[in-house]
């Protein structure tokens, strides 16, 4: 095929990129189930191939580090965890053992189960995650059956790649300084894919159907991260347009980068707190190098999937401390426990429920189970004593949970003083509004907390009923849905009327075209991956608070999402012109 065609995904890290296609296959690694005779030599087979593994990931883990830092190589945290888990371990040996079976299915058979929950979760970190295991279980299986590795990848310089998807591992045996921008089948904004090419600076594009089918190694292609195009054997005059395009993101990156250490501060003098998403310690080095102030959602699920017990309150506490020590004086925001029936079985007892994502989850299962929650809260407060840490409460629908919450806080602290623990007395607790209830309550929920912080994701998912993940509906799921916009409003005017700020942590406040409207509602604080911030700071810092209050006036008139965009994409482009030449607003085009 020599002539144009395009192929569109989904967007994962902005930029435009113009070389020519390397297609990734990899190898195959099989793992035929077969009953053995000999289970001593299966279990010395099993326990050699680990050993070999962990060698692997190890030095894979130390050319993430050289190549692109201890954020892009966190997950490798996780997978040498899991490979370290006496639960992986013997749940393998059982099966050798009892069932007679190879090393390679046992093994295989215990992580998929693993995996398999992760691709259940309604969480889309976590889903994204399973992959990752599961290219886990093919090397671990590789070192088992003693097969053949895959040679380091010998790219072109001008190399964009092509896969069904790409692991830890494979970006790791790819040689980067060649590498202008990835293109995967599979994946969403926060697979590997993504997270690497953030780190990178450069373009992605993730979910881009039937990318195999239809491309091969050698095709020109442009590449454009913030759309979510590939464009194959562009004519001459597409090669012009994102020539000049691609000019003008560079001028903008460089800009963005003077403005990483600048405070947001609005054009009429308004300061507005970024700070960041993040769920490892290790990310603390990109809150600070992209000019976050501190954490507004640490995500601490990451303690409890990575092993096969509830984490003491010591280890909670040695990674809690080491956060808020790191950010200092900057605040960091702990979410407590959020995971639900699909991530709970093996650590808290069997759980059967026909939709566990609105069932028996997050604080209402903390409540449910003080022997859980108690532990957390003393090593959030422990660590309140070495920085400015506040307690976020996840999935809160009514003033109960709040009031109940509150109880056990309060008794968690008292247990901590007649032990002689440090913390702060004055700790701040606030909750995640992101169910319609809690929006709908807030001004009695106000009254309670410290703070709000909007869940923007599933705000938008529980109000349109939409499952984002589902690909059916996923065209429903829109922050910009005027149902969504007026539950926003009612929080932040509920929250101020009661002397409380206001933030958000959700994907939409990493959105330039939705500053202007949440800046207009009254949101007081952002919490983004870091690599937004920048981005957001510069929107920040050419508006003014007045004229963002006449916009948002003007778009909570409206009846539909493409009028409220349509508003934001004109007003923008007199603010900020090239935002929209270099493609950085992509919210209008929407599949």
Known sequence: MNAEYRISGLPASPGIAIGRAFVYRKGAVTAVKYRVSDTGRELEKFKA????????????????????????????????????????????????REQRQDAASSFKEVMEEVAQGMQNSSNAYLKERSADIRDMIWRVIKHIEAQSTLPRQDLPRDAIVLAHELSPADTALMSHKKILGFITETGGKTSHTAIVARSLEI?????????????????????????????????????????????????????LKRLRRQKAVTRDGHQVELSANIEMPEETASVLSHGAKGVGLYRTEFLFLTSDHLPTEEEQFQVYRKVAVKLSPDPVIFRTFDLGGDKLDNKTGPLSEANPFMGWRAIRFCLDRPEVFKPQLRAI???????????????????????????????????????????????????????????????????????????????TQYTLAVDRSNQK??????????????????????????????????????????????????????????????????????????????????????????????????????????LKLAGRICSLERN
């Not at 070999?52 to 190549?67: D, G, H, M």
């Not at 440090?422 to 907390?449: H, W, Y």
């Not at 005027?482 to 406040?509: D, N």
């Not at 003014?544 to 539909?560: F, G, I, L, N």
Request: with cysteine.
């Open 203 to 255: 373009p992605a594009v993730v979910g881009a159907p039937d990318l195999m089918l239809k491309a091969a190694t050698g095709q020109p292609v442009i590449l454009d991260g913030a759309r979510g195009l590939a464009i194959f054997n562009p004519g001459p005059q597409t090669l012009e347009l994102y020539r000049e395009e691609q000019k003008v993101f560079l001028k903008h990156l460089t800009n």
């Open 49 to 96: 191939g680990l050993i070999r593994a962990k060698a692997e990931f190890s030095e894979l883990k130390q050319q993430i580090v050289l190549r692109m830092g201890e954020e892009a190589a966190a997950i490798w945290d996780a997978q040498l965890l899991m490979l370290d888990d006496p639960e992986t371990f013997e749940g393998t040996v059982r099966r050798i």
């Open 381 to 459: 407060l422990r660590a309140s004593a070495h920085g400015q840490v506040k307690i976020m409460l996840p999935m809160i629908c009514c003033l109960s949970e709040v009031i109940r919450a509150k109880k056990v806080i309060a008794e968690v602290k008292i247990e901590l003083k007649e032990q002689g623990h440090k913390f702060d007395p004055n700790c701040q607790m606030g909750i995640m509004v992101e169910t319609p209830s809690a929006a709908l309550t807030a001004r009695q929920l106000a009254r309670e907390v410290d703070f709000f912080s909007i869940g923007s994701n599933d705000l």
């Open 473 to 578: 509906v996923a065209g429903l799921y829109d922050p910009f849905n005027p149902a969504v916009l007026r539950l926003i409003r009612e929080v932040a005017e509920q929250g101020h009327r009661a002397g409380i700020w206001v933030g958000m942590c959700g994907e939409m406040c990493a959105d330039p075209l939705a500053m202007p409207l949440l800046l207009g509602l009254g949101l007081d604080e952002f919490s983004m991956n870091p690599a937004s911030v920048p981005e957001i700071k510069r929107m920040i810092m050419n508006l003014s608070v007045d004229e963002c209050r006449k916009v948002a006036a003007r778009v909570m008139e409206e009846p539909d999402p493409m009028a409220v965009r349509r508003i934001l994409f004109d007003f923008v482009g007199t603010i900020l012109p090239d």
